[in-house]
């Protein structure tokens, strides 16, 4: 089901959309047996300190290794539209948990859909991973994209942090929350996302991660580019950093 179709009244037949939609179709139709040969895995990008340039911890970002694959973004995106994102999610989960408790004193970071948070059962299915994995709940962080779908699961959200898990909102100033809406929320960082970095002055950028420690968050800068970019984002106060001049996504 294509549940997120436009609805602007009547189409005209488009070929350059219709080739779009066999594309997406064809995709669909393959990720199932390419998540049983185990295709899909996880690279790994460092989170920095940005103070010492320690490296604390990693998010694991999903690729599909499959010669001419397309990314993340695109194959999530049709995972989430055919159900496959329930399976797959908990699989990438479980591969970056048992990878993460491998890894000693550092923290994991795992990207969860929004439609992960409307399926039911799954922070029990989170507990019984941390459980047969070992990795600790402190050690756990998820990212939730900053979106109006994903803040509505207040309670799922809650439940997560109630087992110990650490909440991040993720590319956070792209949407729409209000600092008002995120004090309910039991988020534990804030995620900047890099479009959002560069296109806000740093005056303003001051004052937001003043309010997201405020808020009793830490403040991750991501996309950082550059040596220049690291310092500034460290002098207006962000806690950690993220980007290709820190570490590129890398296998474990
Ligand atoms: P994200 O969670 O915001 O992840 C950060 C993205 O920025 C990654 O793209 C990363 O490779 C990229 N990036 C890191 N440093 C830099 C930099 O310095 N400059 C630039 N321009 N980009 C940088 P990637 O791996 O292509 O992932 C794209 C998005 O796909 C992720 O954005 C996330 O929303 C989604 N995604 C990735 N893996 C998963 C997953 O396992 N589950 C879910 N639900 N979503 C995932
Ligand atoms: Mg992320
Ligand atoms: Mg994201
Ligand atoms: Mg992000």
Redesign the pocket.
Known sequence: RWADHDRRGPELYDPGRAADERRRHRLAAEMPAALERGEFTLHYQPLVRLADGETIGVEALARWQRPGAPGPLRFIRVAERTGLIHRLGRTLLEQACRQGAAWPDRLISV?LSPVQLGEPGLVAAVADILHRTGLPAGRLQL?I?ESAESLRYRSVLAGLGGLGVRLAL??FGTGWSSLAVLSTLPFTEAKLAGEFLLSTPDAVLRHLVEACHALGMTVTAEGIETAEQATTLRDLGCDHGQGYHLGRPAPA
């Open positions: 990207n990212e994209t993720d590319d």
